[in-house]
């Protein structure tokens, strides 16, 4: 009967090769799918093999609401003797035709297929590409597969699989077992069914060595939805696959099964009667129940589940994950982890694969190396899923894991991800960085009016489950307020020269700002979503744009890192007063001091420090405010401490009652803070002569500013003239008693020599 039914197979196919051929062309009918269809999309092409290639002819159809109108696509390149066809860029569609199918219309606009392949006979087509491109739109992961068309094929009843544990036990005690194995029923008619039995190790030590499918006939009794399916001593075809050794074998079969939904349970007992050897062939099957011992429950564990693709970026993570422990015997259990999605968000299916588990003090340790499982998804359909270096342990009801999960081969580093399941908190911290620099804000992106913010602080920072948050430091929500905006979600980067070559990567993230609960800000209670494009990024600075609302109104834009015009405006000022000493040798051997100087600190916009020295002596008798503008830096030396110094800040004197009046002086400082926050700090100031020309004198001043000498003032000369510690003396050399109007100059008693004016 099995060789009827096979070559009725073959005839019908004779059938369809006879109407068509692809070297005239092979009407194909199937359907389109996709992980983003919510259902496949009936289709129809013709195939053509041409020289060079394949043409294919697509009939008009819709796809995601929009009308896709005829078009062709000429695929360049080699096909095998199966077939089958690769093409790894992209090809254009042409030859755009009418459009029939329901939807919005598409103008002839651009098409594409991009890294497609498959397989294409007289009877059926299997194509699969990457992407598929049309107008603006694309969508990944698209398939058609169809059946041809030509001619008229009779109709023959097709055998349903049912899947369930296998267990197999020889006659010596040898054992097996196979947890998704599957049995074909084909229902013949009046209560006759023929079983398929998937092939199995002959347990002699080498499981390369097995049985092949063994096809039999049962009789079939159905009530309440359950068929009864029994046989006694049936003789079995040969087998079909297997071994050498098994090609000529039969065997007697005795059955007691029932089929019930999905599955098959029950028992079958095979006996060899030709082959060679006969003794010591005698198999006992069991699916889905082992009469010996009751099947073992299984065991759902529930933990996080984290992937990371190899590059360390992490992909998914999925709190409160199931993934279930069915113990097999022998030290055998099936493992199965769900819920994992690719790369590209698409579901794989459940992964199942089976782990050898030793138990010791409660404890059970499992291990897998390279064992393979195939996803259920329809996108993964075709392909394997690896998991290799498999560690992990159970007890008191809770499980942890670790192993590499390769999605399908071929991919390279596409696909493979380090996979963790264990109790990770999400918030835990991987990486932050502060980045300083310019912002600018806007509230209308109609206008393009924005307002620049100098020295503002944005921090990024990175959380083991992939997400990320940026807060703005003090953002300028209104004129009058300011506060930290911090932001949550996922920043991606997306290397887009597959779609478009000159695209490049982008890098973007999406994400929510927890409710603000402060009453007094004008964001109190509003969640908000942020959308950021980042352009560059170095260890030192960052560049992106973005924009941020909500939902009942709020709408902010700007850029971050770019370069702004900054308001010459004074954001901060000081004055302090203390003694101020002035000389024209670097030395200091000639310090002039004088007590209760002024020196004042103005700190404008853009980040400019202004120093003015008010009444600055520029003589013995002329006086003249300097300010001196530029940049003072602070640096951080460790063990000597903060280091803080301004070099040639700019003055350029506008005095016409000066000395100076015109001259442009160059000013250098070197400050330290005392203990109560005040300035100490030497200096120099200088013009250039080259600057000023020809005949040009120079100028150089320096001295110290908040500084302890010794004695303090003219006070403190005359408190240390009365302990007896110093000597005051006319400019002349005569000895004084005390200090007079005019220069003393006073002998400290370290023997320096200072001039004190008075």
């Known amino acids: 009967m099995k060789k009827i039914l096979s070559l009725l197979s073959f005839l019908m196919l004779a059938v369809v090769a006879m109407a068509a051929d692809l070297a005239t062309g092979v009407t194909f009918k199937g359907t389109w799918s996709s992980p983003l269809l919510s259902d496949p999309i009936e289709g129809q092409m013709t195939v053509t093999k041409v020289d060079g290639g394949l043409k294919f002819e697509v009939k008009s159809y819709a796809f995601k609401g929009t009308a896709i ?73 698209v398939t058609f597969t169809g059946t041809a068309v030509a001619g008229e094929t009779p109709s023959t009843p097709e055998p349903k699989a049912y899947k369930n544990v296998l267990n197999i036990v020889r006659v010596n005690d040898a054992k097996i077992s196979y947890p998704n194995a599957e049995v074909l029923v084909l229902d013949k008619g009046e209560g006759k069914y023929a079983v398929t039995l998937p092939e199995f190790t002959d347990l002699d030590g080498n499981v390369d060595n097995c049985v092949g499918k063994l096809t039999f006939e049962a009789n079939g009794v159905e009530e309440d939805g359950k068929i009864k399916l029994t046989a006694n001593n049936v003789v079995t075809g040969t087998p079909e696959g297997g071994s050498v050794d098994w090609t000529t074998a039969t065997y007697s079969v005795e059955m007691d099964a029932t089929i019930e939904g999905e599955t098959i349970v029950g028992k079958i007992t095979l006996k060899l009667v030709n082959g060679d050897p006969a003794d010591g062939y005698e198999y006992t099957l069991t699916f889905g129940e082992n009469p010996d011992k009751p099947a073992a429950e299984p065991v759902d564990y529930t933990n996080v589940l984290m992937l990371k693709s190899l590059n360390g970026d992490t992909h998914q993570f999925v709190e409160n994950n199931k993934l279930t422990v069915l113990e097999k015997g022998e030290g055998k259990y099936q493992f199965t982890v769900r819920g994992v999605v690719d790369k590209d968000e698409t579901p794989v299916g459940d992964i199942v694969f089976e782990a050898t588990g030793v138990e010791e003090n409660g404890k059970i340790t499992y291990t897998a190396e390279n064992v393979t499982s195939e996803p259920l998804s329809d996108a993964w359909a075709e392909y394997t899923a690896i998991i290799s270096d498999f560690n992990a342990e159970s007890q008191e009801g809770a499980l942890k894991a670790t192993f590499k999960l390769e999605l399908g081969t071929g991919f390279g580093d596409e696909y493979k991800y380090d996979v963790t399941y264990d109790n990770i908190d999400p918030n835990q911290v991987v990486a932050t960085k502060t980045y300083t620099d310019n912002l600018t804000v806007g509230h209308d992106a109609q206008t393009g009016e924005v307002t620049g913010y100098a020295g503002k602080q944005v921090e990024f920072t990175k959380y083991i489950n992939g997400e990320s948050t940026v807060t703005f430091k003090e953002y300028p929500i209104s004129e009058t307020e300011t506060r930290d905006l911090t932001f949550r979600g996922v920043i991606a980067e997306y290397d887009m020269s597959d779609v478009r070559p000159d695209a490049g990567t982008m890098i973007f993230g999406d994400m929510v700002m927890t409710p603000i609960e402060d009453e007094t800000s004008a964001f109190y209670g509003k969640e908000i979503s942020l959308v950021i494009n980042i352009s560059s990024y170095t260890a030192e600075k960052m560049e992106f744009t973005y924009e941020f609302g909500s939902e009942d109104g709020i709408y902010y834009i700007g850029q971050y890192g770019v370069e702004i015009e900054q308001p010459d405006e004074i954001v901060g000022s000081k004055t302090y007063t203390s003694n101020l000493s002035v ?36 003589s013995e008798n002329e006086t003249c405010d ?61 013009n250039n002569v080259e600057e000023e020309g020809e005949g040009a004198e120079s100028i150089y001043y320096c001295g110290r500013f908040n500084f302890d000498n010794g004695v303090v003032g003219i006070n403190g000369v005359e408190t240390e003239m009365e302990n007896g510690n110093v000597s005051v003396y006319t400019v002349g050399g005569a000895k004084l008693n005390t200090l007079y109007k005019g220069i003393n100059i006073v002998r400290l008693a370290n023997g320096k020599t200072i001039k004190v004016i008075k």
């Open 583 to 618: 000389d024209h040798d670097a030395s200091l051997s000639n310090e002039v001091v004088y007590e209760n100087k002024d020196v004042r600190f103005d700190k404008y916009a853009n980040g400019d420090v202004a120093v003015t020295f008010v009444a600055y002596p520029v």
């Open 626 to 686: 300097l300010t001196f503008r530029g940049k003072i830096m602070e640096n951080d030396m460790g063990p000597i401490g903060k280091f803080i110094y301004g070099d040639n800040l700019v003055c350029k004197v506008e005095n016409e009652a000066s000395s100076f009046n015109g001259k442009t002086l160059y000013l250098n400082v070197n400050m330290k803070l005392k203990e109560d926050g005040s300035p100490t700090f030497s200096y120099t100031f200088a």
């Open 69 to 141: 109108p005829d078009y062709v696509i000429n695929y360049e390149g080699g096909v095998g003797d199966d077939g089958s066809f690769s093409n790894t860029a992209f090809t254009k569609a042409t030859d755009f035709g009418e459009t029939t199918a329901e939807g919005t219309a598409l103008a002839p606009v651009d098409a594409y297929w991009q890294k497609y392949n498959g397989t294409v006979t007289n009877e059926a087509i299997t194509l699969t590409m990457n992407y598929f491109g049309y107008g603006y739109y694309d969508c990944a992961n």
